[in-house]
């Protein structure tokens, strides 16, 4: 029910309930979608999943709904049809999820590249950037090797490449947390705070639902 329905709805509505009906739709209105971006194997997958957890958002990874749209993997997407054809799916992909409301949003490494993408997560929501050392890529892209960019056995010297390419541009989002060789729990709490304060109250809801459900 919008505040003018319930305003309707009330005989005679007190000044402290619309003051309140205010608030609430004020912190209704600040929770925005957030978008994480970073380099492969920042942890944008693993942080997310337990952000919107936290949050109660919805999480979507945007290289498995780029996937579902191809009808291929991205490796495969690579192959047949190269990078550009990616960015360009990617791009349009990127838009149509951010028409959906308090989602966080995990994106591949070359997204936030996009002015484009760029301009439609300010328009959408907040972006943040888990940034990572050198060490702690190579050390966790390592252990997978579905990834394009890093087939070309030199792990360490491609990924010192893309960061001295990307992070100037990754600089430009609206929050920057560091992600170290440890638990993705800690990179959550960095997270929240820095987020305005309707995210934590939210994540405090969320808490408060789950100790107080029972199944």
């Known amino acids: 029910m919008s505040s003018t329905d319930t305003v309707s709805a009330m005989a005679a509505p007190s000044a402290a309930a619309d003051v309140?009906?205010?608030?609430?739709?004020?912190?209704?209105?600040?929770?925005?979608?957030?978008?994480?971006?970073?380099?492969?194997?920042?942890?944008?997958?693993?942080?997310?999943?337990?952000?919107?957890?936290?949050?109660?958002?919805?999480?979507?990874?945007?290289d498995t709904e780029i996937e579902k749209a191809a009808g291929a993997t991205i490796p495969e997407?690579?192959?047949?049809?190269?990078?550009?054809?990616?960015?360009?799916?990617?791009?349009?992909v990127i838009a149509r999820l951010l028409d959906q409301p308090r989602i966080?949003?995990?994106?591949?490494?070359?997204?936030?590249?996009?002015?484009?993408t760029r301009a439609r997560i300010r328009e959408r929501g907040h972006s943040i950037w888990?940034?990572?050392?050198?060490?702690?890529?190579?050390?966790?892209?390592?252990?997978?090797?579905?990834?394009?960019?890093?087939?070309?056995?030199?792990?360490?010297?491609?990924?010192?490449?893309?960061?001295?390419?990307?992070?100037?541009?990754?600089?430009?989002a609206e929050f920057t947390v560091t992600s170290l060789d440890g638990p993705h729990e800690a990179v959550v709490e960095e997270i929240l705070q820095v987020l305005p304060e309707?995210?934590?109250?939210?994540?405090?809801?969320?808490?408060?639902g789950k100790v107080g459900h029972v199944e």
């Not at 997407?77 to 349009?92: L, N, P, Q, S, V």
């Not at 966080?104 to 484009?116: D, H, I, P, R």
């Not at 934590?200 to 408060?208: F, I, S």
């Open 77 to 92: 997407i690579f192959a047949e049809h190269g990078e550009t054809a990616f960015r360009d799916g990617e791009r349009k």
């Open 20 to 62: 309140e009906g205010a608030d609430a739709a004020a912190h209704a209105a600040a929770l925005r979608s957030l978008v994480l971006v970073g380099l492969m194997g920042a942890g944008k997958s693993s942080v997310g999943r337990r952000l919107a957890t936290r949050l109660g958002f919805d999480f979507i990874d945007a």
């Open 130 to 172: 888990i940034k990572a050392s050198l060490d702690v890529l190579t050390k966790r892209c390592a252990r997978r090797s579905n990834r394009p960019l890093l087939a070309n056995g030199d792990l360490r010297g491609t990924l010192d490449r893309l960061m001295r390419e990307r992070y100037p541009v990754y600089a430009e």
């Open 104 to 116: 966080v949003l995990a994106t591949g490494g070359g997204a936030f590249m996009n002015a484009e």
């Open 198 to 208: 309707a995210y934590r109250q939210a994540a405090h809801a969320a808490d408060d």
